[in-house]
């Protein structure tokens, strides 16, 4: 691994019951994403990462 980037991505779907990960969040709507984004790191200031998202759906061009 020296000198190489490895990115852990996970599948495009989530399995069964498992929390949406990675790409898979995108998938759902932006209400949905927070709260998967919330459950998922329980220690981000939730007006951060809803500033961030909102930030990212006004800004870039394949999230929306």
């Known amino acids: 691994m020296t000198g190489e ?3 852990l991505t996970g ?3 989530s399995y069964n019951d498992q929390t949406p990960m990675y790409a898979q969040i995108y998938i ?3 209400a949905e994403q927070l709260n998967v984004r919330r459950t998922n790191n329980n220690n ?3 007006v951060v990462i809803n500033n961030l998202q909102t930030m990212l ?3 870039h061009p394949y999230i929306s």
């Open 5 to 7: 980037l490895h990115h």
């Open 57 to 59: 759906l006004d800004s």
């Open 44 to 46: 981000l200031d939730p």
């Open 28 to 30: 759902n709507d932006t």
């Open 11 to 13: 599948a495009l779907l």
